[in-house]
């Protein structure tokens, strides 16, 4: 059997009030992980059920903050001893001055924040509906509240993804970033057809070799970090808002088929079908009718067939 894992990803919400044109949620209107968020009773019983979880992602689909009942979630963790991160990424463009002060009080360990761009010009290009200069006033309002309580959390980094429109503000945010006490890391877009117009300066600037997916992939065809996700199955399985296991981070248009919240995590990730999609992964089995395919998103996604096409599988001793 499985051995049980400390760290769960569980979507906080999957509602979101911008509207970023390469967002998988906006494209797929959602896929089948639907519009909702993380329930504080349904929260409470999983913990309270799985007292050997330590820590919970909470980041995902959508915007964490628009969850009506995060406070009592982020108080609730905090009394049981339970990590809470939101590393995935948020907007952090509406944040009420009491969840602000709640992050620092129940020490919320880390946030990452999705800024691309210095300057609402820049920043809302892509952060369709999106307030630039909201989202510095709440990472300014909580360093006051850190600095009030004299902590450290959370702990605030600035992601940047680099695209066309933005190169030439990565400078500006690099300091704003600093001045803010956050660190910054940049990403990769998910645009196929981007090419850098200044790649010396992005790569003096960033660190980063290549800017492109596609070429990073053909750079590295058999980097083991090409299949991060699929270390999630293993040691930090994606759980939806309302129970279902979809086992990593990347699955929004299916799942196991069943429910985590009902059955219990030790059920869920014993499943055959979840038993199954982690042998796939490794490249011990291949694809096979005798399961319903429909409860193995691995199959249909687009890492599996990566790896499949390189011959290249996912390993976890490598991590």
Same mark, same amino acid.
């Given at each position: 059997m499985t051995e049980l894992p400390t760290f769960v990803r569980i979507d906080a919400s999957t509602l979101c009030q911008l509207n970023c044109p390469a967002c998988y949620m906006r494209r797929? +209107?959602?896929g089948t992980v639907g519009k909702g968020f993380l329930k504080y009773h349904a929260f409470k019983n999983f913990i309270d059920n799985h007292n050997f979880i330590t820590h919970v992602e909470l980041s995902n689909s959508g915007e964490i903050f628009i969850n009506p009942e995060l406070i009592n979630i982020i108080e609730y963790a905090f009394q049981q001893n339970v990590k809470l991160t939101a590393s995935n990424g948020v907007n952090f463009n509406h944040v009420s001055d009491e969840i602000l002060e709640s992050l620092v009080k129940y020490r919320f360990s880390n946030i990452t924040?999705?800024?691309?761009?210095?300057s609402q010009a820049v920043y809302s290009l892509y952060r369709? $509906?999106?307030d630039y200069n909201n989202v510095i006033r709440n990472i300014s309002t909580l360093n006051k509240f850190k600095k009030r309580y004299n902590s450290e959390f959370p702990k605030l980094t600035w992601q940047y993804i680099i695209m066309e429109h933005n190169e030439d503000d990565i400078v500006n945010a +690099? $300091? /704003?970033?600093? /001045? #803010?006490? *956050?660190?910054?890391?940049? +990403?990769l877009t998910w645009e196929r057809n981007y090419k850098p117009k200044k790649i010396? *300066? #992005?790569r003096a600037e960033t660190g980063l070799q290549f800017f492109n997916r596609e070429q990073q992939? /053909?750079? $590295?065809?058999?980097k083991i970090s090409n299949y991060a996700h699929c270390h999630q199955l293993f040691k930090s399985p994606q759980i939806n808002w309302d129970g279902r296991l979809l086992? =990593?981070?990347c699955v929004y248009e299916s799942d196991f088929g069943v429910n985590v919240f009902k059955e219990g995590l030790y059920q869920a990730i014993n499943s055959? =079908?979840?038993q199954y999609a982690k042998k796939l992964v490794q490249g011990e089995v291949v694809p096979t009718y005798d399961l319903p395919l429909k409860n193995i998103p691995c199959i249909t996604c687009t890492h599996y067939k990566r790896m499949v096409e390189k011959n290249a599988f996912f390993e976890l001793k490598m991590y």
């Open positions: 797929t +209107k959602s924040i999705s800024i691309d761009g210095a369709r $509906n999106g +690099k $300091n /704003q970033a600093k /001045q #803010l006490d *956050m660190n910054i890391k940049f +990403k010396d *300066m #992005l992939s /053909q750079a $590295n065809p058999t086992g =990593c981070c055959e =079908c979840y």
